[in-house]
C-alpha cells in the first residue's frame, strides 16, 4: 500500500517528507488555503527527493496548463477534483499522455444501490458508477467532497469493484489509518490529517507514513 502527503507549500514541509519518504506529494494548484502559485510550486519541486512521485491537483484547470507543468518536470500527475469528463480527460491525454488520478466523490449510502448489479458499471444507472466506467484512467480517488477533510462511510467501499486503482481521501489521519488501510485502498491520501493548526507537522507525517509502510 502506498501513501501520499497532500497539500505541501512550505520549505520545512518538503523536509519532512523527504525525511518520511512517502511515495507521493501533492501540490495544490485548485483554490484552496494550500494554493501555490506555480513559481512557489517550483521552488518546492526543486528541493523534493526523485524518489518521490510530485502530484498536482487540479478542478477545472486549463489543459495547455497542466501540460506545461507535466512537460517541464513539474509534475509527474495530475489530480482531477473539478467537472472534467471524459472528453477533457482524452483532449489531456493527448496534449501530454500525463498519467490521471480522477476524484469522485461517495457522500452516503444514496451513491450506491445494492440491487445486484453495483459491479456493473457499464449498465449501472447510478452517477457514481457511470462515473467510475466513464473515466479512462490511471487511478480513481474517493473523497467525501473537494478536500472536504471529512471522512465518510468507508463501509460503503466494501460494494464497489473499482475498475482502476483508487485513493482514499477525507478525514483520514493518525487515530482511523489503519482502520482506513484495513478497505485496501492503492493509495492512502493524507492533508489535513499530518497537520497541526493548519500546517505540516514532521512528527505526524513521519507517524502516517511509517503506518503505511509497515502495513499495520
Not at 36 to 54: C, M, Q, T, V
Not at 144 to 158: E, Q, V, Y
Request: proline share 3%; charged share 25%.
Amino acid at each position: 500500500m502506498k501513501i501520499k502527503i497532500c497539500g505541501l507549500c512550505r520549505e520545512e514541509d518538503i523536509d519532512y517528507v523527504n525525511e518520511a519518504m512517502p511515495d507521493y506529494a501533492g501540490f495544490v494548484f485548485a483554490e484552496s488555503r494550500r494554493q501555490l502559485s506555480f513559481a512557489g510550486a517550483e521552488h518546492l519541486r526543486s528541493k523534493l527527493s526523485d524518489d518521490i512521485i510530485p502530484v498536482g491537483v487540479f478542478c477545472d484547470a486549463s489543459i495547455a496548463e497542466i501540460s506545461s507543468m507535466y512537460k517541464g518536470g513539474l509534475i509527474n500527475i495530475a489530480q482531477l477534483h473539478g467537472n472534467e469528463d471524459e472528453n477533457y480527460i482524452k483532449e489531456l491525454k493527448d496534449s501530454c499522455d500525463i498519467p490521471i488520478i480522477k476524484a469522485i466523490v461517495l457522500e452516503n449510502e444514496e451513491d450506491i444501490i445494492s440491487d445486484g448489479i453495483e459491479k456493473n458499471f457499464s449498465t449501472h444507472s447510478n452517477h457514481f458508477f457511470n462515473s467510475l466506467s466513464a473515466f479512462n484512467t490511471e487511478y480513481l480517488l474517493v473523497d467525501s467532497g473537494r478536500g472536504s477533510g471529512k471522512t465518510f462511510n468507508w463501509a460503503m467501499l466494501d460494494k464497489i469493484n473499482f475498475p482502476s486503482p483508487w485513493f482514499l481521501a477525507g478525514g483520514i489521519n493518525i487515530e482511523n489509518i489503519k482502520n482506513a488501510m484495513g478497505y485496501k485502498p492503492y493509495c492512502i491520501d493524507v492533508s489535513g490529517g499530518a497537520e497541526i493548526d493548519g500546517f505540516k507537522d514532521r512528527k505526524k507525517i513521519l507517524e502516517l507514513t511509517m503506518i503505511v509502510k509497515k502495513g499495520k
